[in-house]
């Protein structure tokens, strides 16, 4: 059988890569993102109480109603953003199954999605599988500032969606208010979707402000929010995760994703709405990382690697051109093999592979690791 792959240069994506890699190498693994700290163990127990208690048929389509309310109400507190929780937000199996049903919800054959590399890996295979034509705007380490008026020029007729991403993966910067205006002002009176991939939004530093896309109303008005409780609650295995919009976007969203999933865990969202009473469950991220992040940094602050301190989510890019012009997919493999370190370079994020020679460490890891990983970068001449 002649197989025609609806994706034929999709390959393993990165994560997978590096994090194999780790294994085989028995190196330490701040390549992909996830914590290797336990998640609270009050949310365990929420879950296996709601699992006990019997929530554990299908969830109602759209998301079970206390974490839909749950969510309501952290949007109005922490924004003062309305939706509503019967027909604006959907639960879903994490970030990822959002985002996919999002551009296949809207994006149609030759329809164009203007993406900014480095970009999250799943947004361009989901625009392929759905005959959509990506169209990248390509910034630059160290800054990874935004020309609008290249934006502008890549705008057409056609463009159906611009997704965007902050805090950024990998890059750990993050939209200013001017970003944001810039963004609102180039989508005013035009047929044009924004996906906004808020995923780290608990995770900005040194008194940053996260700018989220539903304080700009005329942003909100034409855009998707999507956020991880995997990121946010230190359990990216259990994949939950959740999309707001308003009704008219969303109603078109839900034909998609009942038919893709239906319903996601159901003792997890009842475990997760509980838990989300105490709102410090997730205001507190910021400190907390900014601790990982600063003791990361000031122990390696001697090393030959050069950075700008994260911004926001739980990644620091290294730049390395101080110690070798290797290709960064090379020099993140001989880093992982020769000295039991694992990262992400970032090249296999942007056009043509541009190599900025930077990679990414997750810094969502022990106290202990983070001092071994230190002390290996250090050695690195
Ligand atoms: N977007 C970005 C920018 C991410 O880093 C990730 C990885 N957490 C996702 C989306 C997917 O999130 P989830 O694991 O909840 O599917
Ligand atoms: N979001 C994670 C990261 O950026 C990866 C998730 C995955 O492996 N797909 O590292």
């Given amino acids: 059988m002649t197989i025609h792959s609806k994706?034929?240069?999709?390959?393993?994506?990165?994560?997978?890569?590096?994090?194999?890699?780790?294994?085989t190498h028995n190196a330490l693994n701040l390549s992909q993102g996830f914590p290797n700290f336990p998640s609270d163990q009050?949310?365990?127990?929420?879950?296996?109480?709601?699992?006990?208690?019997?929530?554990?048929?299908?969830?109602p389509m759209p998301g079970q109603l206390d974490l839909l309310l749950?969510?309501?109400?952290?949007?109005?507190?922490?924004?003062?953003?309305?939706?509503?929780?019967?027909?604006?937000?959907?639960?879903?199996?994490?970030?990822?199954?959002?985002?996919?049903?999002?551009?296949?919800?809207?994006?149609?054959p030759d329809d164009e999605v203007i993406i900014f590399r480095p970009a999250y890996d799943c947004y361009e295979p989901a625009i392929n599988l759905n005959g959509g034509k990506t169209v990248s705007v390509q910034l630059s380490a160290p800054d990874y500032s935004v020309d609008w008026d290249e934006v502008q020029s890549k705008v057409s007729?056609?463009?159906?969606?611009?997704?965007?991403?902050?805090?950024?993966?990998p890059s750990g910067t993050i939209w200013s208010e001017s970003d944001m205006k810039a963004l609102e002002n180039l989508?005013?009176?035009?047929?044009?979707?924004?996906?906004?991939?808020?995923?780290?939004?608990?995770?900005?530093?040194?008194?940053?402000?996260?700018?989220?896309?539903?304080?700009?109303?005329?942003?909100?008005a034409r855009s998707f929010i999507t956020a991880s409780f995997g990121k946010t609650f230190h359990n990216t295995g259990?994949?939950?995760g959740y999309t707001c919009a308003p009704s008219n976007l969303m109603a078109e969203f839900r034909k998609v994703h009942q038919f893709n999933v239906f319903s996601v865990h159901h003792p997890s969202q009842k475990g997760i709405a509980d838990y989300m009473q105490d709102e410090q469950t997730y205001l507190n991220l910021s400190s907390f990382f900014q601790a990982k992040r600063d003791l990361f940094l000031n122990l390696i602050s001697d090393s030959k690697f050069k950075f700008k301190p994260s911004k926001g989510t739980y990644f620091q890019v290294l730049d390395f051109s101080n110690i070798t012009d290797e290709h960064d997919v090379d020099f993140a493999k001989r880093l992982t093999k020769d000295f039991k370190i694992a990262s992400i370079p970032l090249s296999v994020f942007n056009v043509d592979g541009?190599?900025?020679?930077?990679?990414?460490?997750?810094?969502?890891?022990?106290?202990?690791?983070?001092?071994k990983a230190s002390e290996i970068l250090c050695q690195i001449k």
Avoid at 42 to 50: E, F, G, R, W, Y
Avoid at 53 to 59: F, K, T
Avoid at 157 to 169: A, D, G, Q, V, Y
Avoid at 354 to 371: N, P, Y
């Fill in 238 to 240: 259990w994949k939950i």
């Fill in 187 to 220: 989508t005013n009176n035009t047929e044009i979707i924004v996906l906004s991939d808020e995923v780290y939004e608990h995770m900005v530093y040194d008194d940053a402000q996260h700018h989220s896309l539903c304080t700009f109303e005329n942003l909100k």
């Fill in 70 to 108: 749950a969510i309501a109400n952290k949007y109005q507190k922490l924004y003062n953003a309305s939706y509503h929780p019967d027909t604006e937000i959907t639960v879903t199996a994490g970030a990822t199954q959002a985002i996919y049903c999002i551009i296949s919800a809207f994006v149609k």
């Fill in 42 to 59: 009050t949310l365990i127990d929420l879950v296996s109480k709601a699992s006990n208690n019997g929530y554990n048929q299908y969830a």
């Fill in 7 to 23: 994706l034929p240069n999709v390959g393993t994506t990165i994560f997978t890569v590096m994090s194999q890699l780790a294994n």
């Fill in 157 to 169: 007729s056609k463009t159906r969606m611009i997704i965007i991403n902050t805090p950024h993966n």
């Fill in 354 to 371: 541009k190599d900025d020679k930077v990679l990414r460490f997750c810094f969502a890891k022990t106290d202990e690791t983070l001092i």
